[in-house]
């Protein structure tokens, strides 16, 4: 089946130690996703690829990186992680920028301490 | 400045017990409404998309329909198995996606 798989599942790092969270899609959509959803929040988009193109939302902090080497993966890099970094990483993908509907992977938990 | 309000914030229900959901919405140029199923831990799962007022949608116990200021997410004679949180979405003239805090529903046998 195609899908969104996110590695690792659960990540525990320390505060400031940089770490890197993994996406890889086998749908071939043209537009991949970062959001971080904090406990009982909403999912917050940090910033999205299409193609190559690296598009940040404007609040998003500094200490959050994006690569996207390939069309099938994406990362996510924490440069020196705080407390308040600790979430629900979620990426997702879309066909095209219209967007239409976003497939989600699982998620990765992220817990800082 | 766009705004996605959803109510309850969490709603308990026997099975069999029918209700609704609400998504409002105050959003410049909606390019559509997104319904999405949460379970605890995982990622949202796609459930609708609406594009204009009158627009409805079902799947299974659950219909979603969209006028110019709402969304209702409806759920009939709902099973323990619906429990997860509704995230209601909105996708704006900048092409991403806005969401709500959810809808935590518990359907209790």
């Known amino acids: 089946d195609a899908m969104v798989i996110q590695n690792p599942r659960y990540q525990v790092t320390q505060f400031g130690k940089p770490v890197t969270l993994s996406c890889s899609q086998t749908?071939?959509?043209?537009?991949m996703y970062w959001y971080q959803q904090k406990s009982s929040q909403a999912p917050k988009l940090l910033f999205h690829y299409y193609d190559k193109d690296f598009n940040n939302e404007a609040d998003t902090p500094d200490n959050f990186q994006s690569r996207r080497p390939n069309t099938s993966f994406c990362f996510l890099d924490i440069r020196s992680p705080g407390l308040g970094d600790a979430a629900m990483y979620l990426c997702?993908?879309?066909?095209?920028?219209?967007?239409?509907?976003?497939?989600f992977g699982p998620g990765t938990r992220l817990t800082v301490l | 400045e766009d705004q996605v309000t959803q109510s309850p914030e969490a709603l308990r229900l026997q099975e069999g017990e029918s209700s609704s959901l609400n998504c409002s919405y105050t959003v410049s140029g909606l390019r559509g409404l997104f319904w999405y199923r949460q379970d605890p831990g995982k990622g949202p799962e796609f459930l609708f998309t609406l594009y204009s007022a009158g627009e409805e949608k079902e799947k299974e116990r659950l219909k979603a329909t969209l006028t110019k200021k709402e969304s209702f997410l409806h759920i009939t004679a709902p099973k323990p198995e619906d429990s997860a949180t509704y995230l209601c979405a909105v996708k704006t003239g900048a092409n991403n996606l806005f969401f709500g805090t959810g809808t935590r529903l518990t359907v209790i046998p």
């Open positions: 749908l071939n959509h043209n537009v």
């Open positions: 997702a993908t879309s066909r095209d920028i219209r967007g239409n509907e976003q497939f």
